[in-house]
């Protein structure tokens, strides 16, 4: 998709600067910004929500791979992509080349998570270890977590890691799940394992959101022959408070609106919704709202749910956003590139007022 005539990011300190004239008593709430991950041409497609311009794009170029995964963090952007091993950094503001750091021949990086400005944790499921990045110097250390682990979270001062344990070879079409799945949780001052959380459902998990209620929600896709399962944890007693089936086969991704709505993206289902104060399925398989190839999902400030459909990674196609209001109408249509495949709602800090 072809950006728009300017550079895209020259937009953006505009904005986040309407409403900081001196006589502002206080600073405007922060300009939220969509970002999607498109694999099929290495770009990330962006809008602005509060502005009427139209979507623009940001070519990633050679960052070692095919970006997979995204977290961002203010205005800081993280790609991972998988077994190409690398992991690309990019300010949204600054609009420089992505920073790329590869990691070792062999290596595949997953699932990535900040915990600070500085600090972030990637997944390299290809040798069941976590590493913790310093984004300021480079500096890595590795942990060793459990089998094949991908999604990564963190919540109350430490960071949880999904393993997926999955069989590395296997004759059946993959995914080969060798059995449940389970949490592994770090404490990252000390960059050190210190629990394991066993989870009920049927492996392959691939996403864990934080809710609005602050536990946290790990979804299992299973093999494609069961039914997906959402466990729910609590992630200070370290154990699974719940959970509920019915997600029909391989759900890829959740996406919470920090209250108490949970959404589930699948390809086969489309788009469901788990209540987190009634856990009650709201939707589920046979109930969810059809989607193209859905991959992901995230919530803004003001409920809109923006559903990524990837458009088919085997051909031209186009990938697209799909915008539905909080009561699940559909409000409007944004264009991204090929294969969509992540998105992230990021809230660039304001500039300094003027004096």
């Known amino acids: 998709m072809a950006g728009p005539p300017f550079h895209p ?22 300009v939220e910004m969509l970002v999607v991950l498109n694999a099929g041409d290495a770009t990330l497609s962006w809008l602005i929500l509060s502005a009427s311009e ?22 800081q952007v993280l790609i991972t992509t998988g077994a190409g091993g690398t992991l690309a950094r990019i300010d949204l503001l600054a ?12 290596v595949s990086a997953g699932g990535v998570a900040f915990v600070n400005d ?20 480079g500096d890595t250390a590795s942990v060793a977590v459990g089998r094949s682990p991908d999604a990564v979270a963190v919540s109350r001062g430490r960071v949880f890691v999904a393993n997926r344990n999955l069989e590395p070879v296997c004759e059946e079409a993959p995914p080969c799940v ?74 890829a991704d959740l996406a919470t609106d920090r209250r108490e709505r949970l959404f589930i993206i699948s390809a086969a289902e ?11 399925l709201i939707r589920g398989a046979g109930g969810g709202i059809p989607l193209l190839g859905g991959r992901a999902a995230v919530v803004d400030d003001a409920g ?5 459909e990837s458009g088919g990674c085997a051909g031209p196609a186009e990938g697209r956003v799909r915008v539905f209001r909080p009561n699940l109408t559909e409000t409007r249509i944004v264009a991204t590139g090929p294969c969509a495949v992540d998105a992230v709602i990021v809230k660039p800090p304001p500039p300094p007022s003027a004096e």
Not at 95 to 106: A, E, K, M, T
Request: hydrophobic residues 40%.
């Open 270 to 280: 489309g788009l469901m919704e788990f209540n987190t104060r009634t856990r009650r």
């Open 178 to 251: 060798a059995g449940p799945s389970w949490l592994s949780v770090i404490d990252p001052e000390q960059s050190q394992l210190v629990d394991s959380i066993p989870l009920f459902g049927p492996g392959n998990a691939t996403a864990i959101e934080v809710g609005g209620d602050g536990l946290l929600y790990v979804l299992h896709a299973g093999t494609g022959d069961s039914d997906g399962w959402l466990s729910i944890v609590d992630p200070v007693l370290r154990t699974e408070v719940g959970g509920v089936g019915g997600l029909g086969a391989l759900p």
């Open 9 to 30: 990011l020259r937009l953006l300190p505009v904005l986040l600067a309407a409403g900081c004239a001196a006589t502002t008593p206080s600073a405007p709430p922060p």
């Open 95 to 106: 609009g420089q080349s992505p920073l790329v750091h590869r990691f070792p021949d062999g």
């Open 118 to 137: 500085s600090i972030a944790y990637v997944a390299n499921p290809s040798i069941d270890q976590v590493t913790r990045i310093n984004l300021r110097s």
């Open 304 to 308: 809109l749910i923006y559903a990524v």
């Open 54 to 75: 139209p979507p623009g794009s940001i070519v990633l170029g050679a960052i070692g791979g095919t970006p997979a995964r995204l977290a961002a963090r203010g205005a």
